[in-house]
């Protein structure tokens, strides 16, 4: 049985390495890679592509699930609201990319998997917004203590959920990175995990029973989450 093959959106960031200094270059962590060859399936890297935000057919005709991967904040006009002065290092270009592969993959019955930023475009895809600075609501740092730091909470998830299904437990401990969060949910998305501590929601998935999920934590960074080897096996199907 052939591998299915899973886009996963990159970053584009600035980075030094060989005799390209300071390049603007397509980033994606290596653990997404090996968390998705693990489980079976193959990695197609999305940087932001113009004529795909115009018209995501073509490029969705070749995945058979689509990751909407971590990174830089989304800028606020993409959610139609004021900027806050935390929103930072943002790309218009990625979040119309990847909020139009999103609502084609909609569409098209695709899994779809958003991690971290990516469940905020989720979010955003399907008529949400967001809470641009969570610590000033929350009170506190904790699921982004230090810059290059992972945070560790718990999270628990709703049972008989697509992410309790998806994760295999509904229990779990996470890692996070995230200043960003979920204010309005976006319609037909429903919350589905909240972080154990402070209640705010760590995860939203489809009301229509497609494989639609967006988590805040970061499961390709844990070997032992099921989530990525969730998605690969549906996508084979």
Same mark, same amino acid.
């Given at each position: 049985?052939?591998?299915?093959?899973?886009?996963? $959106?990159?970053?584009?960031?600035?980075?030094?390495?060989?005799?390209?200094?300071?390049?603007?270059?397509?980033?994606?962590?290596?653990?997404?890679?090996?968390?998705?060859?693990?489980?079976?399936?193959?990695?197609?890297?999305?940087?932001?592509?113009?004529?795909?935000?115009?018209?995501?057919?073509?490029?969705?005709?070749?995945?058979?699930?689509?990751?909407?991967?971590?990174? %830089?904040?989304?800028?606020?006009?993409?959610?139609?609201?004021?900027?806050?002065?935390?929103?930072?290092?943002?790309?218009?270009?990625?979040?119309?990319?990847?909020?139009?592969?999103?609502?084609?993959?909609?569409?098209?019955?695709?899994?779809?998997?958003?991690? $971290?930023?990516?469940?905020?475009?989720?979010?955003? %895809? $399907?008529?949400?917004?967001?809470?641009?600075?969570?610590?000033?609501?929350?009170?506190? @740092?904790?699921?982004?203590?230090?810059?290059?730091?992972?945070? @560790?909470?718990?999270?628990?998830?709703?049972?008989?959920?697509?992410?309790?299904?998806?994760?295999?437990?509904?229990?779990?401990? #996470?890692?996070?990175?995230?200043?960003?969060?979920?204010?309005?949910?976006?319609?037909?998305?429903?919350?589905?995990?909240?972080?154990?501590?402070? @209640?705010? #929601?760590?995860?939203?998935?489809?009301?229509?029973?497609?494989?639609?999920?967006?988590?805040?934590?970061?499961?390709?960074?844990?070997?032992?989450?099921?989530?990525?080897?969730?998605?690969?096996?549906?996508?084979?199907?």
């Amino acid at each position: 049985m052939p591998r299915p093959l899973i886009g996963v $959106c990159a970053a584009v960031e600035s980075a030094s390495y060989g005799v390209w200094k300071d390049e603007s270059a397509v980033l994606l962590p290596l653990s997404y890679a090996r968390a998705i060859h693990g489980a079976g399936g193959m990695v197609a890297m999305l940087p932001p592509d113009r004529r795909a935000s115009e018209d995501p057919a073509e490029l969705l005709d070749k995945l058979d699930a689509l990751v909407l991967a971590g990174g %830089a904040d989304i800028d606020a006009e993409s959610q139609g609201v004021v900027p806050h002065p935390e929103t930072v290092g943002t790309n218009p270009d990625r979040d119309r990319f990847e909020i139009a592969l999103a609502l084609g993959a909609l569409d098209r019955g695709i899994p779809v998997l958003g991690v $971290c930023r990516g469940m905020q475009v989720l979010n955003v %895809a $399907c008529g949400g917004t967001l809470d641009q600075h969570i610590p000033e609501r929350l009170g506190h @740092e904790r699921h982004r203590p230090l810059p290059g730091s992972w945070a @560790e909470h718990d999270v628990r998830i709703e049972p008989g959920s697509l992410a309790a299904a998806a994760a295999g437990t509904e229990h779990l401990t #996470v890692k996070s990175h995230h200043h960003q969060g979920v204010d309005r949910i976006g319609e037909s998305l429903t919350p589905s995990a909240w972080a154990a501590d402070d @209640e705010s #929601v760590e995860a939203v998935e489809s009301s229509d029973g497609d494989f639609v999920l967006g988590v805040l934590w970061h499961p390709e960074e844990d070997a032992a989450d099921a989530i990525i080897p969730t998605l690969v096996s549906t996508a084979s199907g």
